[in-house]
């Protein structure tokens, strides 16, 4: 072995065994607790995703349910989500909104058995369209409600939905 691949292998064995050291050092300090990913862990509103109702979601969610402005600030993309669904368990829904300071979406299901399917607090970094898909249990108003500005602007579409996706 030369001399120049003999130092090139001992580089290489010295950052492998570098990043393998700093592999086991930052998982011990992730299951000690020392590092806890704060940004991930999410808030979980319980009462909210627990609401038999619309109204009750949003109460428990926001505090107040009304008033709610309906207009062309939030729109669903055409489509999405489609007013015909062949499979509740997977229906795509694109939001779409030129709103300034967006805060949060919010999407519910009028007759889901929870009818709050999610709600996202964004980032100012975040732009619309806003995409996911959703479980629908039977043929049901989806609807949409953005947060702006200290404001609540909703849409809705109504789908029917053939084979329900909530079991």
Same mark, same amino acid.
């Given at each position: 072995?030369?001399?120049?691949?003999?130092? %090139?292998?001992?580089?290489?064995?010295?950052?492998?065994? %570098?990043?393998?050291?700093?592999?086991?050092?930052? +998982?011990?300090?992730?299951?000690?607790?020392?590092?806890?990913?704060?940004?991930?862990?999410?808030?979980?509103?319980?009462?909210?995703?627990? +609401?038999?109702?619309? *109204?009750?979601? !949003?109460?428990?969610?926001?505090? %107040?349910?009304?008033? #709610?402005?309906?207009?062309?600030?939030?729109?669903?993309?055409?489509?999405?989500?489609?007013?015909?669904?062949?499979?509740?368990?997977?229906?795509?829904?694109?939001?779409?909104?030129? !709103?300034?300071?967006?805060?949060?979406?919010?999407?519910?299901?009028?007759?889901?058995?929870?009818?709050?399917?999610?709600?996202?607090?964004?980032?100012?970094?975040?732009?619309?369209?806003?995409?996911?898909? #959703?479980? #629908? +249990? *039977?043929?049901?108003? &989806?609807?949409? #409600? &953005?947060?702006?500005?200290?404001?609540?602007?909703?849409?809705?579409?109504?789908? *029917? &939905?053939?084979?329900?996706?909530?079991?």
């Amino acid at each position: 072995m030369t001399a120049e691949m003999e130092q %090139k292998f001992n580089q290489n064995r010295r950052l492998l065994l %570098k990043a393998g050291v700093s592999s086991v050092t930052l +998982a011990l300090a992730v299951s000690s607790g020392l590092l806890l990913p704060r940004k991930v862990i999410a808030h979980w509103p319980k009462e909210a995703f627990s +609401a038999q109702t619309v *109204e009750m979601a !949003l109460s428990a969610l926001l505090g %107040k349910t009304e008033p #709610i402005y309906t207009g062309k600030e939030v729109q669903f993309k055409t489509a999405l989500p489609p007013s015909y669904a062949v499979n509740g368990a997977s229906v795509p829904v694109e939001i779409q909104s030129d !709103l300034e300071q967006i805060e949060r979406v919010i999407i519910l299901v009028e007759k889901n058995p929870v009818p709050l399917i999610m709600s996202a607090e964004l980032m100012e970094d975040v732009v619309m369209p806003f995409k996911t898909m #959703i479980k #629908i +249990a *039977e043929d049901s108003n &989806v609807i949409a #409600i &953005v947060c702006a500005d200290g404001k609540l602007y909703s849409t809705t579409r109504f789908v *029917e &939905v053939d084979i329900g996706g909530c079991g």
